[in-house]
């Protein structure tokens, strides 16, 4: 969507390579360049991952107890998906702000 409104081109950015890229971030901005963004990335990848990792296994078994089954150890592939997906949509729901704030740091 950025690169269709054109911001593209407001960051004159002409390096050929990452390398490149990096050298002139460097010399322009300097470390501080090279850290812009990080404290909302960290932010985003903590709440995402904390939150997809801390309710897998409550909504594994609650799905394991719906379908009638005992809190084992091993559970239906089916359910094992389909709590990873609730998880997964749960977290990204949860994420999004800081990804948005991460996006415009960075930018």
Same mark, same amino acid.
């Given at each position: =969507? %950025?690169q269709l409104a054109? #911001? ?8 050929q390579? $990452?390398l ?6 460097? @010399?322009?901005? !300097? *470390? @501080? !360049?090279?850290y @812009?963004?990080?404290?909302?990335s #960290? *932010? @985003? +990848?903590?709440?995402y991952?904390? $939150?997809r990792m /801390?309710l897998y +296994?409550?909504? =594994?078994e %609650? *799905? $394991?107890?719906?379908k009638? /089954?005992s809190k +084992?150890k091993?559970s239906?592939?089916l359910i094992?998906?389909a709590? !990873?997906?609730?998880? /997964?949509?749960? !977290? ?11 996006v =415009? %740091?960075? /930018?």
């Amino acid at each position: =969507r %950025m690169q269709l409104a054109g #911001v593209a081109q407001l960051t004159s950015c002409d390096a050929q390579t $990452v390398l490149a890229a990096g050298q002139k971030l460097w @010399r322009h901005e !300097g *470390l @501080r !360049g090279l850290y @812009r963004g990080l404290q909302p990335s #960290v *932010l @985003r +990848e903590l709440s995402y991952s904390g $939150v997809r990792m /801390g309710l897998y +296994e409550p909504i =594994r078994e %609650m *799905l $394991v107890s719906c379908k009638g /089954g005992s809190k +084992e150890k091993t559970s239906p592939l089916l359910i094992k998906i389909a709590a !990873g997906a609730f998880t /997964g949509a749960i !977290g990204s729901l949860l994420a999004n702000p800081f990804d948005l704030l991460k996006v =415009r %740091m960075q /930018g």
